[in-house]
């Protein structure tokens, strides 16, 4: 899984487009047998090669270069087949579905080496030095087929079919029509955002029966033309409409996709954040999980095998300080887990909770970090890394701890949103100061 990102990211109108031979290196330099499907989408792509796991099988997602489209290769241990071929397809509706845009297959290519088929490289292409993939589904067979026909629906540019593709989501979803029905009618109101506005404007137009209209008027008036009614695609008038209605068909079938299959959004994953203590769940026993959440808190008892921890923050450099971290003391509250982690050099305290009834970790920048100074030049050296870790925290930080031994993610706190905080020419200066004091005091000290 991709989860961290370019450290020294440039805004997109900055980025430049990679060429062949810096892309080709490590292991898509390997001989073997390579698929590489040539990709159209509207994904902001990067400007590095990224691997991603995803079902067991890894795959490599490619930037477009000067003379070649974005691509996605993957290695077989054989001559490529079908299945393969569907396995990409399966990864590509699922990087679909969690970056919220559609992904089509221009063609299929490779060989002993992953060969990039030429095409427009530097048009239609939007460019990310920020890109993260995380949370991919993997449903069952009817899930995947929802997510195909997802992925399908986005990437088309014409309204008509693309509105008949998100119908079919609903029909993969529902397949009893009197049923598909009556879940249209109930999930409408339930819409939000641009979904929301375009119920509203197809209800300016007068139509009282969204539900009929959607059934009648778009679903039998595109895909036949034996009966009335019938989309004329010369009549600007329900052209236009079907573009106005896109987002509402969109957001139903985006609605059928998380209600009937449990696939959430990653609007709902956002909201749910279970990933602030997902990693952090898995090492605590059940009995004792379950006197954290229910008491009684006096008296609990319980072992918990706490790892080592490194802790960083996404697209920061890491911070060589808070690398290795001890368990030092574990207290309980009332449904929440209070950690105190101190230095391999005892000279770092990192203190935050644990609050499983809210999901979220709490970390306070204020009381949560303490350094001492022992007068040496390995501490001001950390003092300089602290006070980084504080200026790029400040700047939007998005917390990650991570287990020192195993690099398993155990938190992912989303960007720190600071209010009427942040000198950044202080902490540059501090951290300009510190990094001379390590040098002076390195000086000072007699060399071995």
């Given amino acids: 899984m991709s989860e961290s990102a370019d450290t020294t990211a440039r805004p997109p109108w900055q980025l430049e487009l990679p060429d062949r031979a810096s892309i080709m290196v490590g292991e898509l330099a390997k001989r073997g047998h390579w698929i590489v499907a040539t990709l159209a989408t509207g994904i ?20 477009p270069t000067q003379n070649a489209s974005p691509a996605v290769a993957m290695r077989m241990e054989r001559d490529a087949t079908s299945d393969h071929r569907t396995k990409m397809m399966r990864f590509l509706s699922a990087l679909s579905w969690t ?8 063609g299929f290519g490779g060989g002993s080496m992953p060969f990039l088929s030429s095409g427009r490289g ?37 309204s008509a079919y693309s509105f008949l593709t998100f119908y079919r989501v609903l029909e993969a979803a529902l397949p009893q029509g009197q049923a598909r029905g009556a879940w249209i009618t109930d999930a409408l109101d339930k819409l939000e ?9 197809v209800r300016a137009r007068g139509v009282n029966d969204v539900g009929v209209h959607i059934q009648l008027a778009r679903r039998q008036a595109i895909a036949h033309a034996a009966k009335q009614p019938i989309m ?18 969109q957001g139903l079938a985006e609605r059928a996709i998380e209600e009937i299959f449990g696939i959430p959004t990653p609007s709902s994953i956002y909201r749910a954040h279970l990933y602030e203590l997902a990693g952090f769940r898995l090492i605590m026993p059940p009995d004792l999980m379950t006197q954290i959440m229910e008491g009684p808190w006096e008296g609990i008892s319980g072992t918990i095998d706490v790892p080592l921890l490194d802790i960083e923050l996404r697209r920061s450099e890491p911070f060589s300080a808070l690398r290795g971290m001890l368990p030092v003391a574990v207290d309980i509250a009332e449904a929440t887990l209070k950690l105190l982690y101190r230095s391999p050099d005892n000279l770092i305290d990192f203190e935050f909770e ?26 001001a050296r950390n003092i300089a890394d602290l006070r980084r870790f504080q200026l790029d925290y400040l700047g939007n930080g998005e917390l990650h701890v991570y287990d020192t031994d195993t690099r398993a993610l155990l938190s992912r706190v989303d960007a720190f949103i600071p209010v009427n905080w942040g000198n950044h020419e202080w902490f540059e200066s501090e951290i ?17």
Wanted: glycine share 8%; charged share 25%; with cysteine.
């Fill in 232 to 249: 004329d695609p010369d009549d600007y008038s329900v052209v236009h409409e079907l573009y106005e209605e896109r987002p509402l068909i």
């Fill in 354 to 379: 644990l609050h499983f009834d809210s999901e979220r970790l709490v970390f306070d920048l204020d009381c949560g970090l303490t350094i001492r100074d022992d007068g040496s030049a390995h501490s």
């Fill in 432 to 448: 300009a100061k510190w990094l001379k004091a390590a040098e002076h005091r390195a000086n000072l000290t007699p060399q071995n």
């Fill in 122 to 158: 530097t048009g239609g292409h939007t460019l990310t030095a920020d890109f993260v993939v995380r949370d991919l589904p993997e449903p069952d067979a009817s899930g995947q087929l929802a997510l195909a026909l997802m992925r399908e629906a986005r990437g088309l540019d014409h």
């Fill in 193 to 201: 955002g641009q979904a929301k506005e375009a119920l509203a404007k």
């Fill in 44 to 63: 902001p792509w990067p400007v590095k090669t990224h691997k991603v796991v995803y079902l067991g099988q890894d795959f490599w997602i490619i930037p």
């Fill in 99 to 106: 970056q919220g845009y559609g992904v089509r297959v221009s």
